[in-house]
């Protein structure tokens, strides 16, 4: 199997959403959900500060995703780059595509002078958190969160 990791087009707009749902992220209930959730994915497409990167396999099937916001901070030396989604359909798991796509985010991060790299992971995603650790990345923080909805 080849693996190609390159930029998402608009034409993996639909794959793209279906790897969102499959990492567990709402399904449109409606229409106007769908157009709304595409022209999001559209905008991180083609904003100079946020991208997704997909992984390509045999050249033709989209196989996962990873997305990547370039984030400013005060008093640091750089922006950080924050992901806050990254996902690898089922059947390609622990296969080393995960790996590549972190690697290209993390040379994308480089290329922009950040000076580190930051997500969240939910506590029950524990095979997520041995990949992050076998990468080298820490577990430093709690993170909190409100939803405005309830
Ligand atoms: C987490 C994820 C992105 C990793 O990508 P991947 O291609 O499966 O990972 P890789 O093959 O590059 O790395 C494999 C390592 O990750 C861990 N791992 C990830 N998924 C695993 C799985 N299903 N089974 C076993 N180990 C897994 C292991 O530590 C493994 O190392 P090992 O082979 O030495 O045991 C992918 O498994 C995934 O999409 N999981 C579901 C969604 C998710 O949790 N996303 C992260 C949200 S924070």
Do not use: W
Not at 49 to 77: C, F, H, Q, W, Y
């Amino acid at each position: 199997m080849s693996i190609a990791i390159r930029t998402a087009k608009k034409n993996d707009i639909p794959l793209v959403l279906d790897l969102l749902y499959e990492l567990g992220r709402p399904k449109p209930k409606k229409d106007s959900d769908l157009d709304l959730f595409r022209n999001l994915v559209k905008k991180q497409i083609s904003d100079s500060d946020k991208t997704i990167l997909v992984a390509e396999a045999d050249d033709v099937n989209i196989v996962g995703m990873i997305s990547m916001i370039v984030l400013p901070r005060l008093n640091k030396r750089g922006p950080e780059i924050y992901v806050p989604e990254l996902v690898v359909t089922k059947k390609y798991q622990n296969q080393g595509i995960g790996t590549l796509l972190m690697k290209a985010c993390i040379s994308f991060g480089k290329k922009r002078n950040c000076h580190n790299i930051r997500l969240e992971s939910g506590l029950f995603r524990e095979e997520a958190h041995k990949f992050y650790k076998k990468l080298g990345f820490e577990s430093t923080s709690y993170s909190f969160s409100k939803n405005f909805e309830n």
